[in-house]
């Protein structure tokens, strides 16, 4: 079975992004919700889950699981999001136009990832 070039172009953005939790991990660390606790910890696993999913969405045999993987994560770190949202500390240097812009984007990548279930 043929994975389609935009599932690999998928793929290789969280293994980007899952490394760039370990080479930059304040940039992630920061946006987390004080509320959680150990965000080292929750950077960390987040980073090595993207890293694992966008290797799994590569193979044919567990593409359409990654998929859901790749759902459920976005779901997981949607108050980092909203947290970045609300927190000018937490801004990253964006306006709050930008990080609002931000939101509506998990649900695209969502439905990016469903396409593949």
């Known amino acids: ?6 599932l690999y172009l998928m793929a290789l953005l969280y293994i980007l992004a899952g490394f760039n939790h370990f080479r930059n991990p304040r940039l992630y660390i920061k946006i987390i919700p004080v509320y959680f606790s150990n965000p080292k910890l929750l950077n960390s696993l987040s980073g090595l889950a993207e890293i694992i999913l966008g290797v799994c969405l590569c193979l044919p045999f567990t593409s359409k699981i990654a998929s859901w993987g790749i759902i459920a994560l976005l779901i997981a770190i949607f108050p980092a ?3 970045m949202y609300k927190n000018d500390n ?3 240097g964006l306006s709050k136009t930008m990080r609002l812009l ?5 649900l695209a990548l969502i439905f990016w990832a469903y396409l593949y279930t």
Request: aromatic share 12%; no cysteine; charged share 5%.
């Open 1 to 6: 079975m043929n994975l389609p070039w935009h």
């Open 81 to 83: 999001n909203l947290y």
């Open 90 to 92: 937490a801004s990253l």
């Open 102 to 106: 931000r939101l509506p984007l998990q």
